[in-house]
């Protein structure tokens, strides 16, 4: 890892084996530890390759090898209120990262990457929608500065344990900025 982090960029259409493999390898990490979180093999490419084709996908590069993803959207999914998706927000998912990749490249992502880049971009708050099941991301997100909010539940969804961050400038670099 440099100061500044990891070299991002939108993914590409070429990066989507490289994309679903990382989430699905997480998914395997999670249902080894008995977690019903994604479990293995649970992103299709159908479903990965319609969020690149929107450019909602970002990739982290080492070694010029794709080492983890997020994805950035502005549809809020079904758990925030009508006045909470009127704010100037952007919402975080799909956050992973390869079983060989450097330490603390995630949390680099999600807590210096992505705020910054929302900053960049115009947006306020950055949030998410984690497992409901899982309380052990729950005390990850809060330990790293995110904020919970409350708990939706939403049938047919394992989704709805709200956090957000407030966007701010990545500090040490330009806020958002894509190397590729």
């Excluded at 005390?139 to 344990?161: C, H, I, M, P």
Aim: proline letters at 8%; hydrophobic letters at 40%.
């Amino acid at each position: 890892m440099t100061i500044d982090g990891w070299p991002m960029r939108l993914a590409e259409t070429d990066d989507l084996p490289a994309v679903v493999d990382t989430l699905n390898e997480a998914g395997g990490r999670l249902a080894l530890r008995g977690l019903d979180q994604w479990g293995h093999n649970w992103m299709p490419s159908e479903r990965m390759a319609v969020m690149i084709d929107r450019k909602e996908v970002y990739v982290a590069i080492s070694s010029g090898q794709i080492i983890a993803t997020v994805a950035l959207a502005e549809d809020p999914g079904p758990f925030w209120t009508p006045e909470e998706r009127a704010e100037r927000v952007i919402y975080m998912g799909k956050l992973a990262r390869r079983n060989d990749a450097p330490p603390g490249v995630g949390k680099w992502i999600m807590n210096v990457w992505v705020p910054g880049w929302a900053w960049e971009s115009g947006y306020n708050i950055v949030r998410l929608d984690a497992w409901r099941t899982n309380p052990d991301l729950h005390d990850f997100y809060r330990l790293r500065g995110w904020q919970y909010v409350r708990t939706e539940t939403v049938t047919g969804n394992k989704s709805g344990a709200l956090f957000e961050r407030p966007a701010r400038p990545a500090p040490g670099q330009v806020a958002g900025t894509c190397d590729p």
